[in-house]
């Protein structure tokens, strides 16, 4: 070469990027939008699509008396906090959990009427079968004991002994107590002659637990895949 040979200058020249660099943005730019959506997802909260006759639907609870429905609404309002329902599906399965929960426990805490309800029968079982009174004296007897008023007032007289029974609730214990029995001796039978439909109570407890449990995952596995397909990064 005759010459020599001279190149622009190249200092004010942008270059490209690598190849396969340019179409592929770094995981620090696409973390913040990704996270943005999941902040979204978890304020979004409840479902307000809903019309109020609708709501009233959901959250209007079936209460036997003495159930106060200001604890279901307390119950209805901390379940939906924690399930964040975002569509109508979410909204159902919601009301489902709850009464499920409260279905259950209302089963549970019959087991207790249950028995009570068994008492009278359990003394006057004592009475008649264990200390061998008519069957009309157990029942006077039993009146005694549980402070039952009658038109028309009984002695009631312990024939083994030719001993009069005593009037008082106190009384009825220390009699039965030189009889060889135990006032918890009529808990005690009333829970064996309850063991029937306590089974029957604790079986369907169980099954709205299996049901609430089964309800449970499906709200989650609804929210994860939920949360995977917002996490997925847009495509052009």
């Not at 929960?101 to 006057?124: D, H, P």
């Amino acid at each position: 070469m005759g010459a020599e040979e001279t190149f622009p200058i190249l200092d004010d020249v942008v270059l490209p990027p690598a190849k396969g660099r340019a179409a592929r943005p770094s995981k620090s730019d696409v973390d913040p939008i990704q996270k943005e959506k999941k902040v979204s997802l978890e304020r979004s909260g409840r479902f307000d699509k809903g019309s109020d006759s609708l709501r009233r639907l959901f959250s209007t609870p079936s209460l036997m008396k003495g159930e106060q429905s200001h604890v279901y609404d307390e119950l209805y309002t901390q379940v939906e906090e924690v399930v964040q329902p975002q569509d109508v599906f979410d909204q159902m399965m919601l009301t489902d959990v709850t009464n499920h929960f409260w279905e259950q426990q209302r089963y549970r805490r019959c087991t207790g009427t249950v028995i009570n309800s068994k008492r009278r029968a359990a003394l006057e079982k004592i009475f008649h079968e264990g200390i061998g009174l008519n069957d009309a004296d157990a029942k006077t007897a039993a009146d005694i004991y549980f402070g039952v008023a009658r038109l028309e007032e009984r002695e009631v007289t312990d024939y083994s002994t030719q001993v009069r029974m005593p009037t008082t609730r106190a009384g009825i214990v220390h009699f039965m107590e030189q009889q060889g029995f135990l006032e918890s001796d009529i808990d005690r039978i009333a829970t064996e002659t309850s063991v029937d439909t306590l089974a029957d109570l604790e079986n369907l407890a169980l099954k709205h637990e299996i049901r609430r449990k089964a309800t449970v995952w499906e709200l989650e596995r609804r929210r994860k895949k939920r949360n995977k397909q917002l996490m997925k990064p847009a495509r052009d």
